[in-house]
């Protein structure tokens, strides 16, 4: 039986090292590259699992570099690419968009030109939930129209209509995925959980934007990584998926719950300025996704004291992590200390 190789750019990341352990468990025989450019948030300790294991193959370079992508093309020929590649955090989109642009649009154009050059069976945009903007009520479907509302978002649905339009225009056999807000092991310690999850632990502040009631749909990475697989193999070419969680909550609902799992005070709750353009609420209709025959399998309560508990036990996975570029960027944006005094 031939194996099938995937290309996995961005695989150093939360939901791409969640997914390239996922594909370990799932296939006995698979064959992986994971084309990472190592920026703050590529961490290949998430990985050193596989380090051993001749079918995982790691290349520390950049998605806009055409001269790696083709080289990686040629070398490899991979069936599938799934490009979770991105500058990922919307608080640093608002400090400074340059990297976001690079990355989340011009990025994915080079690694569509490469697929156009070469070829594969398809290319998996992981775009998100956060290119419809902000709903006050019901949800977004993949026909609602886009309204991305900070540079993060924005330049990711730049990446996720110029995917489309490689469909639309070449044939290039793309499915973009729109999921919402995973949480989960070896999330980068910046983002709401794991931050919260660690500076409790630290006995540090907590630090809630605005009022708390902004709401996201909260997604277990292990169900969002069983969809990718899901969709790219029973996905039709061309159309955009959702992938909700199912599980809205406040921002405020998720730090008490935090709290209680640790069985720390809610004086570590520290109400602190609002994010600019903070959109206040994510929500999606995933029933063409249901349709299809996908659901998530995990509870949100089970999988978030798993999460919980995970960061208990990996102590020396974010501690080292919360330290050098973590703390200069810190320093330089909350200069009076938003959450690390
Ligand atoms: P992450 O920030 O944890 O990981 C991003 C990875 O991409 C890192 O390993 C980084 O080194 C790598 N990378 C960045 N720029 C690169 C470049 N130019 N070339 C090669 N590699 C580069 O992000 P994540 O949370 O794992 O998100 C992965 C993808 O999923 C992103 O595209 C993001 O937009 C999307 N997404 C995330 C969520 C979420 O809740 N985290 C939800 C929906 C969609
Ligand atoms: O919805 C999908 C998106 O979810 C992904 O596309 C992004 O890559 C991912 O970062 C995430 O974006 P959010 O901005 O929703 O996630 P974040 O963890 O940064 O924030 C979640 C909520 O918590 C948001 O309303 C802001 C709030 N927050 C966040 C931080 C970091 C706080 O109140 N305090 C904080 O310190």
Not at 30 to 47: F, Q, S, W
Not at 119 to 146: K, N
Not at 179 to 196: D, H, M, R, T, V
Not at 236 to 247: C, R
């Amino acid at each position: 039986m031939s194996r099938n190789v995937y290309l996995v750019t961005g695989g150093a990341g939360f939901i791409g090292s969640n997914y390239i352990h996922y594909l370990f468990e799932k296939y006995a025989q698979v064959k992986v590259i994971n084309l990472d450019k190592l920026t703050y948030a590529g961490n290949p300790e998430n990985l050193n699992d596989l380090k051993n294991n001749p079918d995982y193959v790691f290349i520390k370079g950049d998605i806009c570099d055409s001269t790696i992508v083709n080289r990686i093309f040629e070398e490899f020929k991979p069936d599938y690419l799934i490009n979770f590649a991105a500058e990922s955090h919307v608080d640093r989109s608002i400090g400074d968009a340059e990297d976001f642009i690079r990355t989340d649009m011009y990025g994915v154009y080079v690694l569509l030109e490469a697929t156009r050059k070469y070829g594969l069976e398809r290319f998996i945009q992981i775009s998100t939930d956060e290119v419809y903007g902000s709903i006050e009520s019901g949800s977004f479907t993949e026909e609602s129209p886009l309204k991305p509302g900070n540079p993060y978002s924005a330049s990711k649905a730049g990446g996720d209509r110029l995917t489309y339009s490689y469909f639309n225009t070449y044939q290039l056999p793309v499915i973009i995925t729109r999921a919402s807000n995973n949480y989960g092991p070896y999330q980068y310690p910046e983002k709401l959980i794991p931050l919260f999850v660690t500076n409790a632990m630290e006995d540090k502040s907590l630090p809630l934007y605005g009022d708390g009631k902004n709401v996201r749909d909260w997604l277990y990475v292990k169900d969002h990584c069983k969809a990718i697989e899901f969709v790219l193999k029973n996905g039709e070419l061309g159309e955009v998926y959702n992938i909700a969680g199912g599980s809205e909550k406040e921002n405020i609902e998720i730090t008490r719950l935090i709290l209680e799992l640790m069985d720390k005070p809610e004086s570590l709750i520290k109400p602190v300025a609002d994010r600019i353009g903070h959109d206040r609420r994510y929500s999606l209709d995933s029933s063409k996704l249901h349709q299809l025959g996908w659901q998530p399998q995990h509870s949100f309560d089970v999988a978030m004291r798993e999460t919980v508990q995970w960061y208990v036990d990996h102590q020396d996975w974010w501690k080292p992590l919360k330290s050098g570029e973590y703390l200069e960027y810190y320093k330089k944006h909350y200069p009076e200390g938003k959450s690390l005094t």
